[in-house]
Every structure is written in C-alpha cells, then in structure tokens.
C-alpha cells in the first residue's frame, strides 16, 4: 500500500511540473512573437519537439523489449496505427496550437492560459457524440466556464467585447479536446512517446506550409527566437507531453486532469511576474469562475442511490 502512494504521489508531481511547464511556456509563446511570425514559430517548435523525443523513444524501446521493441521502432512507417494516430492528433494539435499562437498576437498570456483550459470542460461536451453522457455537473460547468470567459473578455467598467485574440484561443481550446479525444482513441493501440514523436513531425510540416505561404522563412528571425523556441520545443512539447504520458499511468483520469489544469494557473501567474501582465479585479474574477468550471467538469457523477446504502 505504501509503495502504491508513493507511486501516485510521483505520478502527481510529475502532472503538476507538465502544468508548469505548459503554463509558463504561454510567456516563451509570448515572447517568441516578437521575432517571428505564429506559423514558423509553430513550425519550429514542433521540429525540436519531434528531435527531442527521439532520443527517449528509442531508449524506451530497447528498456521495454530489448531487441523486438527497438526492431518496432525502426519500422514506424510499417506501423499503420502509429501513422494514422500521429497524423491525426498532428493536425488536431497544429490547429490548437497554431490558433492559440494567433491569439497570443492581441491577448495576454494569462487570460490565454484560462481561456485554453476551456477544453477540460470541452472534452465531456464534445464525448457526448461518442455516446459517453456528461452529468449534470459538467453543463453546470459549461454555464460558469462562459461566464468566465464573459469577464476574460472584457476590460474593466466594458460590456461583452471579445476580442480577436480571445475568440482564437477560445477555437484553439475545441482543437485541443479533440486532440485529447483522438490521443484517448489511439494511445492504447500505439506507443505514446512514438505517437508524440509522430504528431509534432506532422504538425510541424502542416505548420511549417502554411509558414511559407503566408509569412516566408526568416532565418534570423528563428536564430533571434532561439530561447523561446527551445523552451517551448525541447520542453513544452518533449518534456511536458513525456511528463503527461508518464505521470497519467495508473492515475485517475479526473485527478490527473485537474492536476494539468493547473497550467492556466501558472500561465495567470508567469504572465504577471515575467511580463508584467497583471490581471484586473473582473478578469481576476473571470479566471476564479473558469478554473471553477475546470473543477466542476471533472468530478465523477453521483451514483444513484449512492446514499441509501
């Protein structure tokens, strides 16, 4: 029982550092915009990723199985579930990721970081046409989470006014529940790292197309981003998503999404002490009620007759 705690309690910080390091990648985002354009930002970011996992799929291959896994490993193109999940979850998470980039152009980090965590209440919503019922707790949710972004929205003494960047992270935010439902429908079928792996190499092409039809390729410009694009390549999208894999083994699916929530906490936090971004008292409200909804989204459903026992 003992080693059984210990196990979830690692687990659990291991969620809680991929949170931070989501949450404060929003400043490196941030501050890469000032360099180079959202696509080629993407582009870049999702090439380092891809190169960093590398490295850890292969030696999780031969940890695993020795020779047969690393004999799997070099027939990744043989592997049609792998190539179908990676291309997948690429394009799902090259919209997310490449809207949420725009937004940045015309919000701050913090009020980005809540807005993005719309997708935890999203996730339940949108797996209602999977057949899967939320509970009342989660339209609840749904309710408090629009009230929120309601007052992320505005400034201080205006009415509804949402702006371009807010409505783009919003849309960023159904491009990732749908990149959680399509990793849930591909990750027991495949490797999780490889399927990483796999997916930024995808969104890094799709990202990088759309690079060179819209912005062009600026070599200083990417030499000038160099921090924030290793931050956000190497330890955003490899650190952070091995993270996730890693430390949702074994856990709870409700606690395990609650503990990445937190990554709109750090984003409000880095924001303000990085980039002095401070959030006003509404927008400071509107926070309060999104995370709540985050919360609320998550609990399991009452049983029926839970007590009459």
Known sequence: MGQNKEKSSARSLLLVLAA??????????????????????????????SLALLPVAWFTSRRRGGQANLGKAKCWLQNKALLAGGCACGVMLAG???????????????????LTSLYIVLVPVLGVFLGRRPGLQVWLGVLVALAGAYCLSGGEGEGFSMAA??????????????HILVIDHFSPQVDGIQLSCVQFFV??????????????LDWRALLAA??????????????????????????????????MSLESVFAAVSGWVLLGEPL?????????????AVILAQLPPRAKGAGAQ
């Open 20 to 49: 931070f390091i989501w949450g404060t990648a929003f400043v490196a985002q941030s501050m890469g915009m000032d360099h180079v354009g959202p696509c080629l930002f993407n582009a870049a970011r999702s090439f380092v990723g």
């Open 226 to 259: 160099w921090g924030p694009l290793l931050y956000t390549g190497v330890l955003s999208s490899g650190v952070a998503y091995t993270l996730q894999i890693v430390g949702q083994k074994g856990t709870n699916p409700t606690v395990a999404s609650l503990l």
């Open 203 to 216: 969104t890094g092409l799709i990202s990088l197309a759309l690079a060179l039809v819209f912005e062009g």
């Open 165 to 178: 960047g807010d409505l783009l992270v919003i849309c960023s935010a159904v491009f990732f529940s749908l």
């Open 96 to 114: 997310g990721s490449l809207l949420q980039q725009m937004g940045l152009t015309s919000t701050t980090a913090g009020k980005a970081g809540f």
């Open 280 to 292: 006003s008292p509404r927008e400071l409200v509107g926070c309060g009620l999104v995370f709540t």
